[in-house]
């Protein structure tokens, strides 16, 4: 069964028309991560929550945004997005404490056009 | 700034043969190593996590080490199968919880 679950599996926007990805999990783990990844490239985490403490990298831009209702959804928030922001978007989840092993979903493969 | 990397970037070898893929990293205050599978168009699976503490860990044909004081994993695969055909991740999860990913290894496995 399914733990993290990322809707849409595949995404395609024009280039400026603004894109939510949402991320769902069982587990009830208090961390979720966003990556971004690009073909044939290491994922790159863009932002990520503990609790509803929201931690955005340094370099992360600012066309990317998130949301974190409650503890079980996430969403990526792409306002305006460019041909360079075409990549797999994986949402991944960990425990308060204990191992720290991260737990990935399927990914959204976003397109633009 | 903790850097992970991972040689060879594609490997490719005969069904059945044993075979080891490496990850080194510049910053040993980690917390964990996790090596991840990855098929095309899809997302990570976790393989194996060792804690900074333990030296490997294992499961069923998939052994993978850590040597924190020389900064690296490898991550074993014991008779290849070609359903083992994937890039291999590793990741370095460091005190800050950042969890900092090599490039990965393409392994294909050929019949």
């Not at chain 2, 080891?20 to 040993?28: G, K």
């Not at chain 2, 924190?68 to 055909?85: C, E, F, H, N, V």
């Not at chain 2, 994937?86 to 019949?111: N, R, W």
Request: charged share 15%.
């Amino acid at each position: 069964d399914a733990m993290v679950i990322q809707n849409p599996r595949y995404q395609v926007t024009q280039f400026g028309k603004p894109v939510t990805l949402s991320c769902s999990q069982t587990l009830n783990h208090n961390v979720m991560y966003w990556y971004q990844q690009k073909s044939s490239q290491a994922p790159k985490l863009l932002f990520h929550y503990y609790d509803k403490d929201f931690n955005n990298e340094a370099d992360t831009p600012d066309n990317f945004q998130s949301r974190r209702p409650n503890t079980s959804f996430c969403f990526l928030d792409i306002r305006s997005p460019g041909l360079g922001d075409a990549a797999m978007y994986l949402c991944a989840t960990s425990g308060p404490t204990g191992s720290g092993e991260l737990f990935f979903g399927e990914g959204s493969r976003l397109t633009v056009l | 700034k903790q850097e992970v990397t991972q040689i060879p970037a594609a490997l490719s070898v005969p069904e059945g043969e044993n075979l080891v893929l490496n990850c080194s990293f510049t910053d040993s205050a980690i917390y964990n190593l996790q090596w991840f599978r990855q098929d095309p168009g899809k997302g990570l699976t976790s393989l194996l996590l060792i804690q900074s503490s333990q030296r490997e860990q294992t499961s069923g044909r998939l052994n993978a080490s850590l040597d924190k004081s020389s900064g690296r994993s490898t991550l074993y695969i014991a008779a290849s199968q070609p359903g083992d055909s994937a890039t291999y991740l590793c990741a370095a999860h460091d005190q800050g919880g950042k969890l900092i990913f090599g490039q990965g290894t393409e392994l294909s496995v050929k019949p």
